[in-house]
């Protein structure tokens, strides 16, 4: 059993406690790994213009990426979408 499930199954008092410590594990592992326009052009050695481009196309292909204000975000699993970006 995952060890994170185990700790969650401990702590919890109730079904609804442990879902919602479930939903709180995902959510922030789902954002750790979030990376900017500028974090993804510097991965990549990219103009950030070129960056954005790349996740918006990507966003409208394979609904990859999302926009958090005026930036565009991508998960960190998700950058071999980006490829090839020459």
Known sequence: MNILLRRLIEQSSSVEELAEL???AGFNEALDGLL???DVAS???IST???RALI???HIKYNVGIRLGTDWFIHE???KTLEPYQ
């Open 56 to 58: 918006v196309n990507r």
């Open 36 to 38: 900017s326009t500028s």
């Open 49 to 51: 213009r070129r960056a």
């Open 43 to 45: 991965r990549l050695s």
């Open 22 to 24: 479930a939903y709180e």
């Open 77 to 79: 699993r998700h950058l």
